[in-house]
């Protein structure tokens, strides 16, 4: 059974940086096609796509955010990290991790709701 | 980068009613990657369809997909109570969009 579960800070401050954790169960990113990748959504808004990376370590980032992220993997633990620049309060909201069976995105963890305030 | 708008913003239906929402596409999208999700308060989203019109596993056939292009259509027969919730489109594979969603209200 797959399973993915996010990790972080609930609280960050202005200009911080912030670092994710995708840990996961049931699969494993070195098998060909598969996949894990991010999105985020505000409180009572639509979901936004943030990055994705595959078990090839092929990357994928959102045009508008690209500068600001970074995407890697840890096979041996079954993880992935996101990290996010220069925090703004624009930018809080649930932070989701997904498994993907490429290209397709079809199990997601129960999210974790980032704040950014000082 | 592809722009995905959703109407209507919200459906108010009753229970048994059907219920058609629209997913338009600024282009097309490639391979039919498109999936559609739904969530309810404080869940993540749920996979309902992929490739525009193909059930993922374990979704009741009320729910079903269709459209090609930039135009695609979830439609849920037989409203349930338990539809009510907010649905979005997604373009996926190697960049991802999501549509602005359509709320579902069951009356």
């Known amino acids: 059974q797959i399973t993915v579960k996010e990790s972080g800070p609930t609280l960050v401050k202005p200009t911080q940086t912030l670092t994710l954790t995708c840990t996961f169960s049931?699969?494993?990113?070195?098998?060909?096609?598969?996949?894990v990748g991010w999105i985020r959504q505000p409180p009572g808004k639509a979901p936004e796509w943030l990055a994705l990376?595959?078990?090839?370590?092929?990357?994928r980032y959102s045009p508008s955010l690209r500068s600001r992220l970074t995407i890697t993997k840890d096979t041996s633990k079954n993880q992935v990290v996101l990290t996010m620049t220069n925090m703004d309060p624009v930018d809080t909201a649930t932070y989701y991790c997904?498994?993907?069976?490429?290209?397709?995105?079809?199990?997601w963890g129960q999210g974790t709701l980032v704040t950014v305030s000082s | 980068e592809i722009v995905l708008t959703q109407s209507p913003g919200t459906l108010s239906l009753s229970p048994g009613e059907t219920a058609t929402l629209s997913c338009r596409a600024s282009?097309?999208?490639?391979?039919?990657?498109l999936a559609w999700y739904q969530q309810k308060p404080g869940q993540s989203p749920r996979l309902l369809i992929y490739?525009?019109?193909s059930r993922a596993t374990g979704i009741p056939d009320r729910f079903s997909g269709s459209g090609s292009g930039t135009d695609f259509t979830l439609t849920i027969s037989r409203l349930e109570p338990e539809d009510s919730a907010v649905y979005y489109c997604?373009?996926?594979?190697?960049?991802?969009?999501f549509g602005g969603g359509t709320k579902v209200e069951i009356k």
């Open positions: 490739g525009a019109s």
């Open positions: 997604q373009q996926y594979g190697d960049s991802v969009r």
């Open positions: 049931g699969f494993s990113l070195s098998t060909s096609g598969v996949g």
């Open positions: 997904g498994h993907i069976s490429y290209p397709l995105w079809d199990r």
């Open positions: 282009q097309s999208v490639s391979n039919n990657y």
């Open positions: 990376i595959y078990w090839n370590d092929d990357k």
